[in-house]
């Protein structure tokens, strides 16, 4: 007796990802990167005695990977809060006050061992970013203020905290943190993919954290419909203060990443990324009034927006259009959204609005149209 044909795996994986939210974005990433390789030019390599594709060649994928893993990292956190309906605008300030205080504790510690050294830096800016971002959520639970505006108050606070206790310099890191987030893991020829591989692990703990965990399953009710939380006894200022504890803890992992990449820490590092991440997680399909969101998209959005800064250095342009792209971004990706949203809406109303005869009922139909963040929340759920 013939066994049934069973798909392979890489066949069910191919229709679950032309099936998931993320699948125009890839498709979008993957146009963008065929663009870039057509009209990016080639040059001659020297070193390697032959001529290569100015975009596409080993150097410059993984330097574009690695300017999108700082702050793809935060917009895996920032997408947190954004599906719990809040925002969070202080992660760069967390960024430069989580790096600051690493440079001087250990600058205040004095020599060490390697791995003495780079666990004592993880742990305070793992602790800096985590405090920070507790402080966000309890003042938005406590205060029962729009995060939007407690957010923008910590922002500054913390980068002038990081102002004042630098003194306005950049300070050094030891050499043993350099030589970790710079590590060629067997690759050589100038490729570090540190960064890459840790943006790659918090996209995948952030999947995990959203789809497959109680908390974070709790963190789309409490996004999707505030009132049936309510109701249902869902701990909501837990839920509100975790978002903000998770969106901290990223910002300190990027920055410890950051400072060590880069060799220094300075109060006006990650100035502006708060930007970026928002724009990462919007692009990525997150939606601003909650209950809608992942990590992967976050990830995808954030090197999105890279490769189009790629490509106006690639395809020399004005530098000043990258504003202008990202802007114009946020813009297209927040109205298809919205689109989508009312043509789902439609589409409900339709299947649920049919009587027996075949005609539309006005009740029916309203019930439905205001009850499709709830349905399409829960389906995901």
Known sequence: MTQPHRPSTLAAFGRRLIGSQEAGLVLVVALVTVALTVFAG???DRAAGRVVNDFWNPHTLVQTATDASFFAIMAVGATVVIISGGIDLSVGSIYALAGVAMALVLRAAGPMGSASTVLLALVVCLGIGLVCGLINGALVVGLRVHPFIITLGTMWMLRGVAFVASRAESILVPNALTRVAKAPLGLGGGLYPVPMLAMIAAAVVGTLYLTRTVSGRHVFAF??????SRFAGLPLNRIQLG??????????VAAFLGASFYGSASSGDAQGYELYVIAAA???????????GS???????ALLIVLFRQSIRTLHLDQNYEWIVIGGAIIVA???????????ARRLSRTAGIGAGGETTAPAAEAAATTTG???NSARL
């Open 42 to 44: 080639s040059h001659m």
């Open 334 to 344: 927040v109205v298809v959204d919205q689109w989508s949203g009312r043509l789902a």
């Open 374 to 376: 709830s349905l399409a």
């Open 243 to 252: 978002v903000f504890a998770v969106s901290g803890l990223t910002a300190g």
């Open 223 to 228: 996004g999707g419909n505030l009132e049936a």
């Open 295 to 301: 990590a992967l998209g976050a990830t995808l959005g």
């Open 282 to 292: 919007v692009v990525g399909g997150a939606s601003l009034i909650g209950g809608k």
